[in-house]
């Protein structure tokens, strides 16, 4: 056991070195993570008389794995592009949303079980400490089943009202 330790040991060093006995990995060289936004489907914001007034392609985070990653890794999205994230009946309630790894400014929306706006966190901030922006971010104000998250400013360029914006989606 003990040879094989040192044997392990020897050819970590080995490879961790090159011909000169450097080191082959140096501080910075390790390229930030990218993740390429992928189209799950498509999403409808609806006004008040249930006409579409904006639409996007979404990718859908629809378990644990996928919500929990979420937007993370990502250096930029679309402004036609989105998420929603779907939780399942079971798991319904006050949403709050943390942007560990997030790069980009968001507006997340909480939508109730009948797909009706609750309220936004509006341009939460990557990287931030306060509790409106960055790290964890404002959540749900009553129980949510859709959380949507947009480029920061967009809820309020495009007119999202709460109690009044509903969202109806399909999956490709």
């Known amino acids: 056991m003990k040879k094989i330790l040192i044997g392990l040991t020897f050819l970590t060093a080995v490879v961790a070195c090159d011909k000169n006995g450097q080191s082959s990995v140096t501080e910075g060289d390790v390229a930030p993570v990218e993740i390429a936004f992928t189209k799950n489907g498509e999403l409808e914001f609806l006004n008040e008389t249930g006409e579409a007034f904006q639409k996007i392609d979404i990718e859908i ?87 949507v998250e947009i480029n920061g400013g967009l809820a309020d360029k495009w007119g999202m009202k709460e109690g009044v914006t509903k969202i109806r989606w399909n999956q490709k």
């Open 61 to 147: 985070a629809d378990n644990a794995n996928k919500r929990a990653r979420g937007l993370m890794d990502r250096s930029k999205m679309e402004d036609g592009q989105g998420m929603l994230f779907i939780f399942d009946d079971s798991e319904v309630r006050k949403h709050t949303f943390y942007m560990k790894n997030t790069r980009i400014p968001l507006d997340i929306m909480y939508f109730d079980k009948d797909s009706t706006l609750i309220n936004i966190a509006r341009n939460a901030q990557p990287g931030a400490d306060s509790e409106m922006s960055g790290g964890t971010v404002a959540g749900a104000t009553s129980d949510s089943k859709f959380v």
